[in-house]
């Protein structure tokens, strides 16, 4: 609304940056904005279900954009199967450019620290969930609910692996508080350094969000994937492209997260 692209407009003029960058969904209001005009705008743009996609492509406001990214390969990209008529405008537009994944760069030197902060053995076998995508509607309980299943799971090979140690990182969108009396299972709010931690683990439970399959796919660790249903993208074709590039397995079903990871 105009409320919300002034105060945004505002900023950017406070700031005066040469260059704006914009995630995939922009807001047009500010693009569109006559203060902007001078300024050098870029578009971050990702991989969405077809029609939206198209729909983005052939908005007015995306001739605003000097550079549009493509935080993908374009292996990976050719692998979704994309309509034909996207691919001939991405492929064929000057402005259009693969980048690649677009990740946080993994800091080795931190990894000792976390080591020593949740007490990580040389022998220990350690899983680590993680929420892995975002974009939860208010009222909705999905990420409890994935969270709940996740816990349900730990509880169940907790005595059948001796060295196991289970890492929950809830995150912002979990609400709901969990406790465990098994000392092999591990709750925390957040994580400031979670690519290091899960660098530290020998396989990750995770939904298939966008950074989430990308920091799994640039570790190299396997994973037990699932997803969210969205409105504006497609988890399950994600989860398959690591399935595909990885030893990593995407379910169904949250009720046998337990059986894949035995």
Do not use: W
């Not at 020593?116 to 899983?127: C, M, P």
């Not at 799971?153 to 692996?161: D, M, P, R, T």
């Not at 400031?192 to 995770?206: A, G, H, K, P, R």
Request: net charge negative.
């Amino acid at each position: 609304d105009k409320g919300t692209n002034d105060k945004i407009t505002e900023i950017i003029e406070d700031f005066n940056p040469d260059i704006v960058a914009y995630d995939t969904h922009y807001p047009k209001l500010v693009v569109e904005d006559k203060r902007n005009v001078n300024r050098i705008n870029v578009l971050v743009l990702r991989k969405m279900k077809d029609e939206l996609l198209l729909q983005t492509l052939n908005d007015p406001s995306i001739k605003l954009f000097s550079k549009i990214l493509i935080p993908h390969s374009k292996e990976e990209f050719l692998s979704y199967n994309v309509d034909p008529i996207i691919m001939d405008k991405i492929l064929f537009s000057p402005k259009m450019l693969f980048t690649g994944p677009v990740v946080k760069e993994l800091n080795k030197e931190k990894i000792p620290d976390i080591e020593e902060k949740y007490k990580i053995g040389k022998k220990d076998y350690v899983i680590v969930a993680i929420s892995g995508g975002g974009g939860q509607y208010p009222g909705a309980t999905s990420t409890d609910d994935y969270f709940e299943e996740c816990m349900n799971a730990f509880e169940k090979v907790a005595s059948e692996i001796y060295n196991l140690k289970c890492i929950l990182v809830k995150g912002p969108l979990c609400k709901k508080v969990f406790k465990s009396t098994n000392d092999k299972i591990e709750v925390v709010d957040y994580e400031d350094n979670l690519l290091e931690l899960m660098s530290c683990s020998n396989l990750i439970v995770s939904r298939a969000g966008y950074n989430a399959i990308n920091e799994i796919l640039s570790l190299g660790i396997p994973a037990v994937l699932l997803e969210i249903e969205c409105t504006h993208d497609d988890q399950a074709e994600r989860a398959k492209y690591l399935e595909n590039k990885t030893d990593s397995v995407y379910l169904t079903d949250e009720n046998k997260i337990a059986d894949t990871i035995m």
